[in-house]
């Protein structure tokens, strides 16, 4: 998959996986692997990003005598998410023009 595709689509994978509830990072790499190939050393500036930008929130719990972050989704985030589907259907649309239009 290209690239460029394939970063825009991560922010809404994360997203998404998070839409059911909190997880951290390792479950998070898991989950979203599962949808689309990523590394932990890209996931982790992702989770950051979308932090900052007001899409996810943290909070830290111990768990197995280790502190462990974990990620929620925000209202921001699910508007965010929201948007990306439409984001979606607009380029499906293209897509079928592109690709499965009758000659």
Known sequence: MDVQLKKGLLDTCVLSCLRAGESYGYKLITEVNGIIEVSESTLYPILRRLENGGYLETQSHTHGGRLRKYYYITAT????????KQDFIEMRHIFEEIFWKED
């Open 77 to 84: 985030g699910r508007e965010k998410l929201k948007a990306a």
